[in-house]
T-cell receptor, first 115, second 108 residues
């Protein structure tokens, strides 16, 4: 079966532009997570959805970051007015049950570079 | 503050030379301890979940163990294809809090 799919794999944007990153989770997975991974670091939690409900967005670094999952499947992470410090790999993960206790399966990420 | 620390940062082994990676954690309300493997340019790949002190899990050349303060990933007779970054993560609430990883290189 297909794993978690993220697009685009690479994104280059100029400072101040808006970007949108897409995540297709494993079919039927109720939980979806976004993480940010800086070079040489472990992933850092951004936000968590259970179906279409965003239950935890405490990791979003500023109000420029916005995530949605309107139909409980595909999710989009949007970053407005991008800054150089937003450059990182953005990882999406999904799991089959609620609450994260089941293993989270990760996509290969979107590498975002802000010039 | 919840904290997960991995050591060493980097480890070089000869093929067949067994060793252990350490993950120490200071968290409140640990729901599980996860180990992942990450290859360059890829997302983390799930290896193990441990839920309670004393639990052990094995897969091929890897064995993960858990105490009340730390977890170990034991690698027995590693092969070059085991080279990767190994990440541990504590499940707190619904979020994973990751360590910074141990970059393992196994030379033939």
């Amino acid at each position: 079966g297909a794993g978690v799919s993220q697009s685009p794999r690479y994104k280059v944007a100029k400072r101040g532009q808006d970007v949108a990153l897409r995540c297709d989770p494993i079919s039927g997975h109720v939980s979806l997570f976004w993480y940010q991974q800086a070079l040489g670091q472990g992933p850092e939690f951004l936000t968590y959805f259970q179906n279409e409900a965003q239950l935890d967005k405490s990791g979003l670094p500023s109000d420029r970051f916005f995530a949605e999952r309107p139909e409980g499947s595909v999710s989009t992470l949007k970053i407005q007015r991008t800054q150089q410090e937003d450059s990182a790999v953005y990882l999406c993960a999904s799991s089959g049950g609620p609450g994260g206790a089941q293993p989270q399966h990760f996509g290969d990420g979107t590498r975002l570079s802000i010039l | 503050e919840d904290q997960v620390t991995q050591s060493p940062e980097a480890l070089r082994l000869q093929e067949g030379e067994s060793s252990s990676l350490n993950c120490s954690y200071t968290v409140s309300g640990l729901r599980g301890l996860f180990w992942y493997r990450q290859d360059p340019g890829k997302g983390p790949e799930f290896l193990f979940t441990l839920y309670s002190a004393g639990e052990e899990k094995e897969k091929e050349r890897l064995k993960a163990t858990l105490t009340k303060k730390e977890s170990f990933l034991h690698i027995t007779a590693p092969k070059p294809e085991d080279s990767a970054t190994y990440l541990c993560a504590a499940l707190i609430g619904s979020r994973l809090t990751f360590g910074e990883g141990t970059q393992l290189t196994v030379n033939p």
